[in-house]
């Protein structure tokens, strides 16, 4: 397990759901309110046996040239661990909610009905003086036990989404005569795939433990021929037509047209594809969370395509 980059904060969530109980602390007695961050704000709660409270043989946290450093039994310990959670001062344990919840009557619960609330939580302790975590049983807490608030899976799937780049593909159709396509010939419509989505079309944006993966997948593609307000629908990129195919159709996307460009502007059509994208988060160290998908679309670039009429011998 790795040491997640982001440092530990104080308040605690679960995933998504602020700890309110913190925020009492935090303007109580013996609590605190610190900008240990730009973007993070620090509650340190100093009520003995509460939850990350910490002590001065075990846990503790402090702030080293605007750093958040978690340490136990006089060594630094990461503030938070992939897949096992952020680190609680009070004990020295990493926690993370479990999910799925374990079943109603399961020992986890410690003689709790779900019903009354709470939440168990798999755990992982430094035992005094090792530098070394062991696992624990889970535990049942009526609160999330203290620690830097996970981060929202929602907003780093948004993150990943925007950071995928698409291009714009370049169009190809072949056979022509000399280049040129003719009236009622089966034309070969198809783009390098390569050209519009950059990679493999995927982006992931990892922040405390938490990984999403945003993936997009071609959905369709629209063709517009400029001979028909209707474009032409294909479910692939399309084909790259080679010589030995010969008059064959095209197996995924082709086209005839039934007029020459002879009467458009520089004696050719003008030919463009919009791609529909479908892009889907995978989230990996937050539990499940649905994530809704996302559509997209992007554009080609624009292709002059001159189409001559097929001349008949007599």
């Known amino acids: 397990m790795r040491a997640a980059s982001r440092p530990v904060a104080c308040l605690a969530l679960m995933v998504g759901t602020l700890m309110t109980g913190s925020q009492a602390l935090a303007d109580g007695p013996g609590g605190g309110v610190s900008q240990c961050q730009t973007d993070v704000i620090c509650v ?3 009520d003995p046996g509460s939850p990350g409270s910490g002590s001065a043989q075990g846990g503790s946290r402090t702030t080293t040239g605007g750093k ?8 630094e310990v990461p503030c938070a661990l992939d897949d096992a959670g952020w680190f609680n001062a009070a004990d020295g344990c ?9 079943a109603a009557g399961d020992p986890a619960w410690m003689g709790h009905d779900p019903s009354e609330g709470g939440a168990v939580y798999n755990v992982l302790c430094y035992p005094p003086g090792s530098n070394t975590v062991t ?26 989404m925007s950071e995928i780049v698409f291009g714009k593909p370049a169009l190809h159709t072949a056979p022509g005569k000399d280049g040129k396509p003719l009236v009622g010939m089966g034309l070969w419509l198809w783009y390098d795939p390569a050209e ?12 405390g433990g938490v990984t999403v993966t945003a993936k997009a997948t071609l959905q369709y593609v629209e063709w517009y ?19 030995k195919y010969g008059g ?12 020459s460009s002879a009467d458009r502007p520089g004696e050719a059509f003008t030919v463009s594809a919009i791609l529909h994208w479908r892009i889907d988060a995978t989230i990996q160290g ?29």
């Open 135 to 160: 696992g624990a049983p889970p535990r049942w807490l009526a609160e999330p036990p203290a620690g830097d608030p996970p981060p929202d899976p929602a907003q780093l799937a948004a993150e990943a």
């Open 248 to 259: 064959a159709e095209s197996p995924d996307c082709g086209y005839r047209y039934t007029t």
């Open 94 to 102: 990493y926690y993370r909610r479990a999910d799925p919840q374990p």
């Open 44 to 46: 340190e709660a100093h």
């Open 68 to 75: 958040e450093v978690c340490r136990w039994y006089g060594q």
């Open 196 to 207: 519009a989505v950059s990679g493999d079309g995927s982006k992931a944006v990892r922040a």
């Open 286 to 314: 937050a539990g499940t969370h649905p994530i809704p998908p996302e559509d997209r679309t992007s554009d080609s670039q624009l292709l002059q395509l001159p189409v001559g009429e097929l001349q008949v011998l007599n």
């Open 225 to 243: 021929m400029d001979d028909s307000p209707d474009p032409v629908r294909c479910t692939s990129p399309g084909t790259p037509y080679q010589a």
